[in-house]
């Protein structure tokens, strides 16, 4: 979830950037080599990625930059030379990397995949058969999807608790209700990609029967939105990841998507292909760690971050060490 909208025109000029620009001109950098001393736990025994070099990528957002270093630690201690390119602006660059061989691999998400890279309108309601619908059609551009974990990072429409007991807002059906009743006091505040995906505003409108006034969608940085609908005054709802680990801090109610209009958002290893046939052993280093995401773990680990502060490198490496996949030294 929460990446930039690609559409054609946008993918084929980033494509070419990719191909000559060395991938530059869409966000993803030189990187730098993981350095950490860390060893197999419960999985990588044997090393079976010694002398492998594999490049990990993400987008920019704090559950991806720790999936990423999940990724990669994982591959270290497996016995990889790992290029850490995570932390890349937007998902256009990411998308792109990993599916022309720059990079080896990144953790995505089904709908995101299904929607706005393979062009649905529709989503599949169940999440395996969304995540295997992904895996099948993805084959043919060179990615090989792993399984899914039960990580869920959807999107939502929240409220500070004041703002939903005041407009009484349980679903987003109440959402149209207000839309109607007091379109003035139907603000929501977002980042600018929600207020063009299919998957965001335009779909959401559609499905619930509302048109939002000019104006009452204010644009701003993803990370201000939390703090703004819990202040409650530059706007009413705001739209927000199920998993981040500021809902519960700043005690932001989740609004229930009651007509079930957004996609599932699986997070999966999203892998290159010629990639996985050189290193199948990839497979099975990361299935143990996709088993053992769930949306509560990834809003723990998120609130690490977003919440006390934390380096997502550390965060991610103290999960795995804490699990058991790695050790250190």
């Known amino acids: 979830m929460r990446l930039s ?24 950098t030189s990187g730098s080599p993981l350095a950490d001393s860390v060893r197999p736990g419960s999985i990588g025994k044997g090393r079976p990625l010694a002398g492998a070099q594999l490049t990990v990528t993400s987008k920019e957002f704090t559950e991806q930059i720790i999936l990423g270093q999940i990724m990669g630690l994982v591959f270290k201690a497996a016995g ?55 895996r099948d059609e993805d084959r043919r551009h060179g990615i090989t999807w792993l399984p899914a974990a039960p990580l869920d990072n959807t999107y939502a429409l929240v409220a500070n608790q004041a703002n939903a007991q005041k407009h009484r807002l349980r679903t987003l059906s109440d959402v149209a209700r207000l839309v109607k009743e007091d379109p003035g006091a139907a603000t929501i505040c977002g980042g600018s990609e929600f207020a063009v995906r299919e998957d965001g505003l335009p779909g959401v409108a559609k499905k619930y029967g509302f048109t939002l006034p000019p104006g009452n969608f204010k644009k701003m940085d993803d990370g201000i939105v939390y703090t703004q609908v819990a202040k409650g005054a530059a706007c009413t709802l705001g739209v927000a990841a199920t998993t981040d680990g500021r809902l519960p801090e700043l005690k932001l109610k989740v609004l229930e998507d009651d007509r079930h209009f957004f996609p599932n958002y699986n997070a999966a290893p999203e892998m290159n292909s010629a990639a996985m046939e050189k290193y199948p052993a990839i497979a099975g280093i ?34 795995l060490v804490q699990e058991g996949f790695i050790r250190e030294g």
């Open 286 to 319: 990361l299935a143990p760690i996709s088993r053992r995401l769930t949306a509560a773990e990834a809003q723990r680990l998120n609130a690490r971050v977003d919440v006390g502060g934390e380096d997502p490198h550390e965060v991610a490496k103290d999960w």
């Open 5 to 28: 909208r690609v559409r054609a025109a946008a993918a084929g000029t980033c494509a070419l950037l990719l191909a000559v620009a060395g991938l530059s001109g869409c966000g993803l």
């Open 80 to 134: 990889a030379e790992v290029l850490d390119r995570t932390n890349i602006q937007g998902s256009i660059g990411a998308r792109e990397a990993v599916k022309s061989g720059a990079a080896d691999g990144m953790f995505e998400y089904t709908g995101t995949a299904w929607i706005t890279y393979l062009g649905h309108t529709r989503p599949i309601v169940d999440p395996y058969e969304q995540w295997e619908a992904v």
